[in-house]
């Protein structure tokens, strides 16, 4: 791993105050390198970009004190959100390893300067962004306001999320066995105002994923399909740090489902 994942998981906090300092030459050479490796378990290419914000002229109304964005863009094809989520919350971790502040915005930017500066090409979207920079030491009232709002810090109780042999039966942290502290991540995983649409079953070395559906699709995709791709990279990379091997696979099991839930994608552990 190039960073401490369960460590960056638990640094990585939305920053939409930041103190106008510029990232060093390493940091932002640092970022540069990672963002044009960065990969995804699922296939999907991804191009990401360090961007410029007075060159590009990018503004968010809830963020101060930024000068530089990445944003990312990939071919609307289907289920492509679930690799874009992956790789952007990945570059969001990485971000963190180093105290680099994030926050991933899908609505709150001028979308036309960021997609330009992209250079979108037919088929291609850009659904989220994020300013890159040092959070300030103070947040602004909005910033202040808006975590609350959202309840930012709140997360729905594992027993909820996760579930043991089939939808019901909720999963105690101390029966996940191998998953526990991956899936201990998937719970802090940022999602769009903080929804938290993952739900998981474990049955033996497999863990099957869906989506609590509870947004709409855009033009620009299903933005919960991020948000799981988000929880994804969390749970991998987090399997990974912990020396377990595994691969995502199709292997939807056929349990009956709870209202507005689909099946995603299964993790299978290698014995």
Not at 2 to 20: H, N
Not at 73 to 82: G, L, S, V
Not at 191 to 208: C, Y
Request: charged share 25%; proline share 5%.
């Amino acid at each position: 791993m190039l960073f401490p994942v369960r460590e960056a998981v638990q640094k990585r906090k939305s920053v939409r105050s930041f103190d106008s300092r510029p990232l060093s030459d390493a940091d932002r050479a640092a970022l540069e390198q990672y963002i044009a490796s960065v990969q995804n378990p699922f296939g999907t290419e991804v191009e990401f970009r360090l961007l410029d914000a007075e060159k590009n002229g990018l503004t968010s109304p809830v963020v101060v004190g930024a000068d530089v964005y990445i944003a990312a863009k990939a071919a609307k094809e289907d289920r492509f959100e679930i690799g874009y989520g992956y790789s952007f919350e990945s570059v969001c971790l990485y971000a963190a390893s180093l105290g680099i502040g994030t926050v991933i915005l899908a609505a709150s930017l001028n979308r036309a300067a960021f997609e330009k500066a992209m250079d979108l090409q037919l088929g291609d979207v850009m659904p989220v962004a994020t300013p890159v920079g040092y959070p300030a030491a103070k947040k602004t009232v909005r910033d202040t306001l808006m975590r609350k709002g959202l309840k930012a810090d709140d997360r729905i109780a594992f027993d909820r999320l996760f579930f043991d042999g089939a939808f019901g039966t909720g999963l105690r942290p101390e029966n996940a066995g191998a998953f526990a502290d991956a899936l201990e991540m998937v719970r802090w995983a940022p999602s769009a105002t903080n929804r938290q649409p993952w739900r998981a079953v474990v049955v033996g070395n497999t863990v099957h994923f869906y989506e609590e559906k509870t947004l709409k699709d855009s033009p620009l995709g299903d933005i919960q399909k991020v948000d799981i791709g988000i929880a994804l990279a969390h749970f991998d990379l987090t399997m990974q740090e912990n020396g377990f091997t595994g691969k995502f696979i199709e292997a939807d099991p056929g349990f009956a489902l709870p209202e507005n839930t689909e099946y995603i994608i299964s993790y299978e552990r290698a014995e």
